[in-house]
């Protein structure tokens, strides 16, 4: 909105600002953590009215998590809602990437939301089928996928680029599509199997989202794409302004979710930000590097993988509990040393991935 409103300006100076990715972001950051901030213990206060109980807590879990009873979930809200607002006002509303990562936040939020009402109307783990839920993931991502392809620059069609390699291109033909949606559904998934504890979600989201700005930011743009000797992937120069609204409503969702937490992400947040942050990789055609920044999302859903294939095909548990998380307060480490440490390996595979732009 604010972009359009610089076009129209003609020459006044003032508002020419606004055409600037990098003014737009810091703008969307601060409009969504304001947003979030201000309006945080209202929703707290509505959620903790209408769920009664809140989010079921595991019995078999850490004990120290029975504390935690009474605690609203759904605070994917909170996130969305702020982060909505602002990229509304602050991208380009012609921008066909921005839309489609929209979409895919607010289908995979809507699922999160669904499966998140169940289990507090229930008081149950259990949300709706994981098949069907799954099938609509892939559905939704399918489609934003397709489009994206649609969008894309003619030599970057049904692409796969790799890291390192300046000139490496695997062409995937059709199989792109699934390949892209397999992508965003996993990150989805990932990014929800890491939410089991009070902060140690929605900090890496936010490292992740930093980095995949500056990623998006960068191949977005000619000359620095040319300079880097990565892919120019015309109109992504926009999503850093999406990412920078995540940024804003995590800081100000953080607030509240800082230990002991005053409100959970839920499924709705979850899984959201992880299929935005899947979108935006598809997008900028740097879907390797996902894996590699959000290393922590994916090593938290291969625990789970881990476990469960162990224990159905020897009968034997890997870990002491899944997902890994889970496993280390079982050794000992308290919630605070798990959180900490955990952000400190997501900064650490963020720098990793910013480093794969140069090395080449």
């Known amino acids: 909105m604010l972009f359009l409103l610089s076009e129209l300006s003609g020459t006044l100076t003032p508002l ?3 055409r600037y990715i990098t003014f737009r972001t810091g703008g969307a950051l601060f409009t969504a953590g304001f947003f979030v901030f201000w309006f945080g213990p209202w929703i707290i206060s509505l959620l ?6 809140g989010q079921p807590i595991r019995e078999d879990g850490p004990a120290t998590h029975l504390t935690k009873r009474g605690t609203p979930t759904m605070g994917g809200l909170m996130i969305l809602a702020g982060a ?3 990229i509304l006002l602050w991208t380009n509303p012609r921008n066909h990437y921005v839309w489609v990562t929209l979409a895919v936040t607010l289908g995979f939020g809507a699922i999160g939301f669904y499966d998140d009402y169940l289990k507090v109307t229930k008081q149950s783990h259990k949300g709706f089928s994981g098949r069907f839920r799954l099938l609509l993931e892939f559905a939704i991502a399918g489609a934003a996928c397709l489009l994206i392809s649609i969008y894309s620059p003619a030599g970057l069609q ?3 680029a790799f890291p390192v390699f300046k000139d490496a291109l695997l062409n995937l033909g059709w199989f792109w599509v699934p390949f892209a949606a397999f992508v965003i559904v996993g990150a989805g998934n990932a990014v929800n199997i890491t939410d089991g504890l009070d902060g140690l979600a929605i900090v890496p989201v936010m490292i992740a989202c930093g980095t995949f700005g500056v ?3 960068l191949v977005g743009n000619s000359f620095t794409a040319g300079y880097l000797q990565v892919n120019y992937v015309r109109d992504t120069g926009e999503l850093a302004v999406v990412c920078g609204a995540v940024i804003g409503a995590g ?3 953080l607030w509240f979710n800082a230990p002991p937490a005053q409100i959970f992400m839920g499924d709705t947040g979850s899984l959201a930000l992880g299929g935005l942050l899947g979108a935006i990789a598809v997008a900028a055609k740097h879907e390797i590097v996902l894996a590699i920044v959000g290393g922590l999302f994916v090593l938290e859903i291969m625990s789970v993988i881990i476990q469960v294939a162990s224990f159905k095909l020897t009968g034997k548990r890997v870990f002491r509990m899944a997902p890994i998380h889970h496993h280390f307060e079982q050794k000992g480490w308290k919630e605070p040393q798990v959180v ?3 952000w400190i390996i997501a900064v650490i595979l963020a720098l990793v991935g910013l ?3 140069k090395l080449r």
Do not use: D, E, P
């Open 158 to 160: 049904n692409q796969l």
């Open 251 to 253: 800081l100000g969702f």
């Open 215 to 217: 990623i998006a930011y």
């Open 16 to 18: 020419n600002v606004f």
């Open 355 to 357: 480093a794969t732009l």
């Open 340 to 342: 900490i440490r955990f």
């Open 84 to 86: 909505v607002v602002s």
């Open 48 to 53: 903790r009215l209408r769920q009664g109980k």
